[in-house]
């Protein structure tokens, strides 16, 4: 775990996470993981 902190930082973080830099946005990641949640 050190090691991983040493290397890429606090949790791998490079910059602060932005609405904007997210991978996807909030409806997104609701239509794909919390609808599937709920139907199973």
Request: hydrophobic share 45%; aromatic share 10%; charged share 20%.
């Amino acid at each position: 775990m050190v090691g991983a902190l040493n290397e890429q930082g606090f949790y791998g973080v490079v910059e602060p996470s932005t609405p904007d830099a997210a991978p996807t946005g909030f409806r997104q990641w609701c239509e794909d993981v919390l609808r599937a949640a709920v139907l199973a």
